[in-house]
């Protein structure tokens, strides 16, 4: 029961590139979240899925889309890398309104 | 819209003693409250929540929170601080009212124990 997973751990990115992050749980949940976290700012809220085939906007969206592809994986996407995007990515599942249960997150740094 | 807010970036407390982490929160309908614990270059792990009931609150790891709706406030308390019990520490509130299913986060406080 590896909880929920993440990958990749750390990734370096070129402005105007792009690339996916994974996110995979076990546990069964029906509800998925990413989220960034930024030094003094706390984790905002990217993107969230409620159940499979449904997405929805957060509080900091712009710039990235999602899939929830199945049960068990929900993945962000940017298209276009930008240096604000620098940041540490946090993944997140959960069954409402229990606790949410993070991944061990994702280090991006854009240059 | 929900908020959070951790008034102190950081907390020293002696080894042994007792420790307080402030959390005060603003929602329109009534509240889901979470506290999470983050070590360095780790995820959250989640310590105790607050969704209806006694309004004191045991968690992991000997911590407690007390939910005060008339002061909007939840605070995490331990009676007696361990060295391995400092960390960033985050208060997290979501509202039954409506809205995002996500949470919203304090910005954090960094919890040091001396020692």
């Known amino acids: 029961n590896a909880g929920v997973t993440q990958t990749p751990k750390f990734q370096v990115l070129k402005t105007g590139q792009s690339m996916t992050l994974q996110c995979a749980q076990d546990?069964?949940?029906?509800?998925m979240y990413w989220y960034r976290q930024d030094p003094g700012m706390g984790l905002r809220l990217i993107y969230y899925?409620?159940?499979?085939?449904?997405?929805d906007k957060g509080e900091v969206p712009n710039g990235y889309n999602v899939s929830r592809l199945n049960k068990r994986e929900f993945s962000l996407r940017l298209e276009s890398a930008a240096p604000s995007q620098t940041s540490v990515y946090f993944c997140?599942?959960?069954?409402?309104?229990?606790?949410?249960?993070f991944g061990p997150g994702t280090r991006l740094l854009v240059l | 819209a929900q908020s959070v807010a951790q008034p102190e970036d950081q907390v020293n407390v002696a080894e042994g003693n007792p420790l307080t982490v402030k959390c005060t929160y603003s929602?329109?309908?009534?509240?889901?409250l979470f506290w999470y614990v983050q070590y360095p270059n780790r995820g959250l792990q989640f310590l105790l929540k607050?969704?209806?009931?006694?309004?004191l609150v045991k968690g992991s790891y000997g911590f407690e929170a007390e939910f005060n709706k008339s002061q909007t406030s939840f605070h995490l308390k331990k009676p007696s601080a361990l060295v391995s019990d400092s960390a960033l520490y985050f208060c997290a509130v979501r509202d039954l009212g409506g809205g995002a299913d996500g949470l919203t986060f304090g910005k954090g406080t960094h919890l040091i124990i001396q020692p």
């Open positions: 607050y969704i209806t009931g006694d309004n």
């Open positions: 929602v329109s309908g009534n509240p889901y």
């Open positions: 899925s409620a159940s499979e085939g449904t997405t």
């Open positions: 546990m069964n949940h029906n509800s």
């Open positions: 997140a599942s959960s069954e409402p309104p229990s606790a949410q249960y």
